[in-house]
């Protein structure tokens, strides 16, 4: 079956929710159940994905052959979308992108179900350890002890990593800015470190009327998903949605700015 990636970077904050919590957070993002990593169900992508075809132009009958109808599966595939690198903030720099072996083992695998190469080592970390480019770091107010003899293992990582992402310019920011922490400093952050916003409606008389907080994640976060065609040249048409604007609304507040993804479309050959 003949697959390919999306590399998906945040240009907004994203928020795709899970619904009403009764803790601090009243609308927390969706979260993987087992790790606790943010996490866009695949049905939410798939109808992202199908509202760009319909506003690309594409042809109607041609939308229900893709993404399918309430009668019959549709000729595509679509994953979930998962976390790649979390941008956090740090006192070495306006922010750092990180990410931790697990995430990195499961790209490999990912990678390698799409029919691409993944072309680096997944290496281990400590926890209070951290593999980066520069010397002292803080994440938040954490201080992490750096690796030191591994720059030549973060450079294939950097450029796995490079394809990802649409904008070039951008994607060089990976050499001062990439860390991998190991998977339980990481996890902290995937459920700690996500913005939090208060949001509030008012009344005529300008008075709160309902205050909520609201979890969301924030510009410059990357994901990615997997998208496989069951019938062949469906996933030509996908790609040519992406062609002149590629660029995916997703998620809640689209009104006020919120869940612009930039999309870089990785493909091969046959995945599986």
């Avoid at 309430?70 to 922010?95: K, M, W």
């Avoid at 790209?107 to 390698?112: F, N, Q």
């Avoid at 480019?133 to 990593?161: Q, T």
């Amino acid at each position: 079956m003949k697959g390919m990636m999306l590399g998906m970077l945040a240009e907004t904050n994203i928020h795709s929710g899970a619904g009403r919590s009764e803790g601090f957070v009243d609308l927390p993002v969706a979260r993987e159940a087992v790790t606790g990593y943010p996490v866009i169900a695949g049905s939410s992508l798939k109808g992202a994905l199908r509202d760009t075809a319909r506003e690309s132009g594409l042809d109607e009958s041609i939308c229900k052959s893709i993404f399918g109808t309430e009668d019959r599966a549709g000729d595509i595939l679509v994953s979930d979308a998962r976390l790649l690198l979390l941008p956090v903030r740090s006192l070495t720099g306006p922010y750092k992108w990180i990410t931790c072996p697990h995430i990195l083992e499961r790209l490999s695998r990912d990678l390698k179900l799409c029919g691409l190469s993944d072309g680096f080592e997944v290496v281990s970390v400590k926890k209070g350890e951290a593999i980066w480019s520069g010397d002292h770091l803080f994440l938040e107010e954490r201080e992490f002890r750096r690796v030191d003899g591994m720059d030549e293992k973060l450079k294939p990582v950097r450029a796995a990593l490079e394809k990802m992402i649409l904008h070039q310019k951008t994607a060089s920011r990976l050499d001062k800015q990439l860390v991998i922490i190991s998977d339980d400093d990481f996890q902290w952050f995937a459920s700690y470190g996500l913005p939090v916003a208060a949001r509030n409606r008012l009344d005529e008389n300008k008075k709160s009327k309902n205050l909520w907080y609201e979890e969301s994640l924030a510009p410059d976060t990357l994901m990615y998903a997997m998208v496989f065609e069951r019938r062949d040249g469906a996933l030509e048409r996908l790609k040519s949605m992406f062609q002149d604007n590629p660029y995916l609304q997703l998620g809640g507040n689209e009104t006020v700015g919120m869940g612009w993804f930039a999309v870089k479309i990785l493909e091969k050959g046959e995945g599986r």
